[in-house]
């Protein structure tokens, strides 16, 4: 399948599962670091580093290889500003 000009795998479930695992323990990781960085970390952060990790360690499973060129690079960084850009706003909009 292609789209945008990158060639993409549909993801079985099976590889949506090890994305998803592999993303929580990413997570893990980055939320201990940033606590440790700066101890007041506010939930809106977290959430948003959940989105950015789940979504790179999905689009890796999709077959999204940043080292064959400019193009996936580019593809994964738009897709990944539309999610941060949903996510504040529904972020904001429930806050409100």
Known sequence: MQILGVQWR?????AFTEASVIG???WLCGVAAMVQANPQVGADEV???LVMVW???LGARMG???RT???PL???LGIAAVLLAC???AWHWLAA
């Open 55 to 57: 979504w790179f360690s």
């Open 10 to 14: 549909k993801p079985t479930f099976k």
């Open 69 to 71: 060129g400019l193009r």
């Open 24 to 26: 929580l323990g990413l």
């Open 47 to 49: 959430g948003a580093l």
């Open 64 to 66: 999204l290889d940043l």
């Open 87 to 89: 996510y504040s706003a």
């Open 74 to 76: 580019l593809v994964n």
